[in-house]
């Protein structure tokens, strides 16, 4: 059984930064994938980041790229997600996850993460 905890979110105006940090064990259990997702309000919940934790392999939603950087520190056992000029419609709930199918390469899929962490809730208003 993993375990994965959020923690960093909260309100900010556009244009601001924020970082989410996420404490996972799968760090100390072997490799697979961490992401990063997020679920706003009356919205589908969308992968936006993810990193495999041995290549350290990135990949991004669009609607993040360039504004988001996902970075781990495996002797931390923590996932970090930066996240620069905040806008409004990146107000959501946002959450870690884990996937420990050792598939050959990270998905945004949310079928493929196996373990989720409770949430920590970002908003980006004036």
């Known amino acids: 059984q993993l375990h994965l905890k959020e923690s960093g979110g909260g309100s900010v105006q556009p244009g601001e930064s924020l970082t989410l940090s996420c404490v996972a064990s799968?760090?100390?259990?072997?490799?697979?994938?961490v992401g990063w997702f997020r679920q706003g309000p009356g919205k589908e919940r969308e992968g936006i980041a993810t990193?495999?934790?041995?290549?350290?392999?990135?990949s991004y939603a669009d609607s993040v790229k360039g504004r988001f950087t996902i970075s781990q520190d495996n002797a931390k056992n923590t996932l970090y997600l930066q996240m620069n000029n905040l806008k409004p419609e990146d107000t959501a709930m946002y959450y870690c996850?884990?996937?420990?199918?050792?598939?050959?390469?990270?998905?945004?899929?949310?079928?493929?993460?196996?373990?989720w962490g409770q949430g920590t809730q970002v908003t980006v208003s004036i």
């Open positions: 996850a884990a996937d420990t199918s050792r598939r050959y390469y990270c998905t945004l899929g949310r079928a493929d993460y196996n373990y």
């Open positions: 799968i760090y100390s259990h072997g490799s697979g994938c």
């Open positions: 990193i495999d934790t041995i290549g350290s392999k990135t």
